[in-house]
């Protein structure tokens, strides 16, 4: 099967921007989760999407939104982008209904602010 | 002070040493998980554990609930086990809760 796959790998914004993010979970996974890592912050859940719905949010301001597709693949969004947001953005999918299953992640998307 | 703490932050050892993590929490939690990040960011998980011990290859991982507290052990510990080990509580709050992460460094 394949991996979790992630779009774009290396993104460069400008501070007030927005962006979206891509993921594809393994095939057959409902549950997708999204995380910040950052050198200050590490990692951080931001959401999880299950069958489409959001099931459960991180502490995040409403800037950070994400959605999910009836073929469980997933984007997150965010607005009015800051310089604090420079980050790599990793999504996980999960097998089974429960959230937060064994955390199968996607490479990561590397998101600069300048 | 942290929901989720693991100690020690940084570890170097020698090729062949055995190497114990360890990651305490201070909420309720239904699962708690070990990952491993290599250098260029990819995290791979490597137990999700809700009681008592598993065991995969050289790596062993157990949890005491009442204790709130889990350990990684690595037996035998390789230059390829050098990566950065993450625990993490699913909370009873629906929310995944990150440690600080244990640098690791096996010089042969």
């Known amino acids: 099967k394949a991996g979790v796959t992630q779009t774009p790998r290396y993104l460069i914004k400008t501070r007030g921007q927005q962006v979206t993010l891509s993921c594809s979970p393994i095939?057959?996974?409902?549950?997708v989760s999204w995380y910040q890592q950052t050198p200050g912050q590490g990692l951080q859940f931001l959401f999880e999407?299950?069958?489409?719905?959001?099931?459960n949010k991180g502490n995040f301001p409403g800037r950070f939104s994400g959605r999910q597709f009836s073929n469980s693949r997933s984007e997150m969004n965010v607005s009015t982008l800051e310089l604090g947001d420079s980050a790599l953005y990793l999504c996980?999918?999960?097998?089974?209904?429960?959230?937060?299953?064994?955390?199968?992640f996607g490479p990561g998307t590397r998101l600069t602010v300048l | 002070k942290n929901e989720v703490e693991q100690s020690p932050q940084n570890l170097t050892a020698q090729e062949g040493e055995f190497i114990t993590i360890n990651c305490s929490y201070s909420?309720?939690?239904?699962?708690l998980h070990w990952l491993q990040q290599h250098p260029g960011g990819g995290i791979v998980s490597l137990f999700m554990?809700?009681?008592g011990k598993k065991k995969h290859g050289r790596l062993i991982a157990t949890i005491n609930i009442q204790e709130k507290h889990s350990s990684l052990h690595i037996t035998a510990s390789h230059p390829r086990d050098s990566a950065v080990y993450i625990c993490?509580?699913?909370?009873?709050?629906?929310?995944?809760?990150f440690g600080t992460g244990t640098r690791l460094q096996v010089f042969p």
């Open positions: 554990l809700s009681s």
């Open positions: 095939s057959g996974h409902r549950s």
């Open positions: 996980a999918s999960s097998a089974g209904q429960g959230a937060f299953g064994e955390q199968f």
């Open positions: 999407y299950f069958s489409e719905t959001q099931r």
């Open positions: 993490a509580v699913n909370s009873n709050t629906d929310k995944l809760i």
């Open positions: 909420v309720g939690i239904s699962a």
